[in-house]
């Protein structure tokens, strides 16, 4: 399959240009601030009215993001402790903290945030009153919920199999009445985040109606007072350009949904507010045939952007033109022919594209991935090797 050209935005274009200027080869992330806000209105605007809109840290933890999007959205959501000060420092309105095994302390700082806490177990439920009660301050809880029917498809499923993640649903009701007897927490109602990267906005909106009409079953049926349903995130993204998760027609599939009065229906998305928000830039600093191949390595790599190597596809590029040429010999250079770019580090597996065909491309040139926003640096390797890290410009 050939992989589509990316074209460079000029603002991200002026940004490469400057930075190309210095001696070092260039290697960095560039998030722009107004596509942030951009993305965040327009998911906003998707979604029923009174609807709570989270941000999932989890996709990219970088301070400024961060920040912006806690003003764009109603809050953030947490899976660690360190996210959750960091997203205290950024200001976040409501926060929810989520995620498997969570300590004494930071269900003690989760508390003492007043974030709702996404319960996974019999065993953190029991432990988080433990601490509510020491610290005399009543937890909110929400219980997870694996549903055996309440999975979509995408790339990592954490509802409707065997996961490690939440309640399964056969053991609710016990679960329920534990909760009645802790003095230490209020239950408060449901969550069900099912799946990661799914691109199918209509399937997403029939699971998120769906999600709704169990909640409100199942409060009815254990004698929970519902107040919140949380149906998690996983809007995707298609690296490649081949889909989209039409917003649009999410909007269409929510229209007829019935959330009672009182209920807060929160979705915490992640990748797709931050996907196209960020660009990765890499300096090409050798152009060189092997065995048929032409490759173009670069100043980076998959320590520094791993997700093309981690889900195994060839993410697409842009070419921002470099005119300096520093050196007294020829400049190496390609035309109309297909390349890999591969990264700085000792290992076959450390390439980011394979097989895209450029118009011109030459050592100086910078290559450019977008929708790099998420789950680039935050999952990376960074200091396999110990190169030096790519510098974050935030315009």
């Not at 490469?16 to 596509?35: S, T």
């Not at 610290?135 to 997870?144: I, S, T, Y």
Request: net charge positive.
């Amino acid at each position: 399959m050939t992989v589509p050209a990316v074209v460079v935005p000029p603002r991200v274009a002026a940004v490469v240009a400057e930075l190309a200027a210095g001696d070092e080869p260039v290697c960095a992330y560039v998030y722009d601030r107004a596509v942030l806000r951009a993305v965040a209105a327009q998911v906003r605007a998707a979604l029923p009215a009174g609807s709570v809109l989270l941000y999932a840290m989890k996709a990219n933890g970088h301070p400024a993001v961060v920040a912006e999007l806690a003003a764009a959205v109603d809050g953030v959501e947490v899976a660690s402790g360190g996210e959750l000060a960091a997203a205290v420092a950024a200001g976040a309105g409501q926060l929810v903290f989520g995620g498997p095994a969570k300590t004494d302390g930071q269900l003690a700082a989760a508390v003492a945030a007043g974030a709702v806490v996404n319960v996974e177990s019999v065993l953190e439920l029991r432990r988080l009153d433990l601490v509510a009660r020491a610290a005399g301050v009543p937890a909110v809880a929400a219980l997870r919920v694996n549903r055996p029917g309440g999975g979509l498809a995408g790339s990592h499923r954490m509802a409707g199999a065997a996961t490690q993640f939440g309640v399964d649903e056969a053991d609710l009701g016990a679960v329920v009445r534990v909760a009645a007897e802790l003095p230490g927490v209020r239950l408060v109602g449901f969550s069900l985040h099912a799946v990661s990267n799914n691109v199918d906005a209509v399937a997403h909106a029939g699971f998120v109606v769906d999600a709704v009409g169990w909640a409100v079953a199942a409060a009815r049926r254990w004698g929970v007072g519902l107040e919140y349903v949380n149906v998690g995130g996983g809007f995707g993204v298609d690296y490649r350009g081949v889909r989209r998760f039409e917003v649009a027609a999410f909007r269409a599939g929510l229209a007829g949904l019935a959330v009672p009065s009182g209920v807060r229906l929160v979705f915490e998305p992640g990748r797709l507010l931050v996907a196209d928000a960020g660009w990765y830039v890499a300096q090409v600093v050798d152009l060189k045939r092997t065995q048929g191949r032409w490759f173009a390595v670069v100043r980076g790599g998959t320590h520094h952007f791993r997700l093309p190597a981690a889900w195994g596809y060839d993410h697409p590029f842009g070419v921002v033109p470099v005119d300096r040429w520093p050196y007294p010999f020829a400049r190496p250079q390609v035309a109309a022919v297909a390349v890999d770019v591969a990264g700085e580090l000792c290992t076959p597996r450390d390439v980011l594209c394979r097989g895209q065909v450029v118009g011109r491309l030459r050592v100086g040139d910078v290559v450019v991935f977008g929708r790099a926003g998420a789950y680039g640096w935050d999952i990376s390797h960074h200091d396999f090797l110990r190169h030096p890290y790519p510098r974050m410009v935030v315009v």
